[in-house]
C-alpha cells in the first residue's frame, strides 16, 4: 500500500514536469514565431520607405527639369537611395531603377538642353533653331520614360505584396 502513494506522487510530478516543459516549448515558439513576425514586418517597412523614396526622387528630379532648376539639393538624397536600393532592393528593383535612370539622364539632358538660354541674372532667355531639335528628341523619349516607371511601380507593388504575404 505504500508503494501507491509513492507512484501517484512520482507520476503527479513527472506529469508536472511534462506540462512544464510542454509549456515552455510552445511559448519559446511562440515568442520566436512573434519575433520573426516583428523582423518581417521591420524589413517590410524599410522596404516600403525606400521604394517610396525611390519613385519621390525620380518624380522630383522630372519636376526640377521641366522647371529648369538644377539638381544639386537633390544630390544627397538621390546618393542615399540608390546606395539604400543596392544593399535592400532585389536585383529586378534595381535592374529596372538603373533603366529608368539612364532613361531620365537621356531625357533631362535633351529637354534642359532645349531650354531657352539665360542671360546672367536677368531672368531672360534667349532661344534657338538648335532648342527645337533637343524638344523633339525630349518628346521622343518622355513616353518610354512613363512606361519604364511605370514598369517600375509594378515590380515595386508586385514585391511589397509578396513581402506582405510573407508576414
Avoid: C
Amino acid at each position: 500500500m505504500s508503494t501507491i502513494p509513492i507512484l501517484t506522487v512520482f507520476i503527479s510530478g513527472l506529469f508536472g514536469l511534462i506540462v512544464a516543459i510542454v509549456t515552455w516549448k510552445l511559448a519559446s515558439r511562440k515568442e520566436k514565431e512573434k519575433f520573426k513576425q516583428e523582423v518581417a514586418l521591420r524589413d517590410y517597412k524599410d522596404r516600403e520607405e525606400l521604394y517610396i523614396s525611390m519613385l519621390s526622387t525620380l518624380d522630383m528630379i522630372v519636376r526640377y527639369t521641366k522647371r529648369g532648376k538644377d539638381y544639386s539639393e537633390l544630390f544627397t538624397k538621390l546618393t542615399y537611395t540608390v546606395a539604400k536600393a543596392e544593399i535592400l532592393a532585389p536585383g529586378s528593383i534595381n535592374a529596372k531603377f538603373h533603366e529608368v535612370s539612364e532613361i531620365i539622364y537621356s531625357w533631362s539632358s535633351e529637354y534642359k538642353q532645349s531650354l531657352p538660354s539665360t542671360i546672367g541674372d536677368s531672368g531672360f532667355g534667349i532661344a534657338s533653331s538648335q532648342d527645337e531639335i533637343h524638344r523633339e528628341r525630349a518628346d521622343k523619349l518622355f513616353p518610354e520614360l512613363t512606361t519604364s516607371i511605370n514598369e517600375l511601380v509594378k515590380i515595386i507593388k508586385t514585391e511589397l505584396e509578396k513581402m506582405k504575404a510573407e508576414i
